[in-house]
């Protein structure tokens, strides 16, 4: 797969620990993101990386900030992104198997080294189950259209 990585500055150290560990899992990555500690706006490397996934230039995507949470509601934006911002590895397997999540957000300040690995790990190695969590997916897309779910 090719996963579209991005961080701001504090998510720049946890960025380089994912790389790694992505790589060696046998995975390309595509870097839009900071490459040190001085500061950037995460709606502007959130976004890059977000667009790469909705045009299909990536599989995936991780987005890390200080608490995840400013990424996953920029990718939340961008068409075609689910973005799912994950503590453990439960949320991961989940957002995979239930939803699709097709952008990780994490936390760059609030998780440690070894919850990143199993996170990511996990995340990457779930598939989406399908069924009736389609159906679902396909009212969401109906939301994304400006379309009601429930007609």
Known sequence: MIIALANDHRGYETKILIRGLVEKMGHECVDYGSDGKSPVDYPDVGYSASIAVSNGEADRGILICGTGIGMCITANKVKNVRGALCFDEINARVSRQHNDANVLCLSGDLL???????????????????????????KVRKIEQGEDPRE
């Open 112 to 138: 440690g080294e070894s919850s990143v690995r199993r996170i990511v790990e996990v995340w990457l190695e779930t598939d989406f189950m399908g069924g009736r969590h389609q159906q679902r997916l396909d």
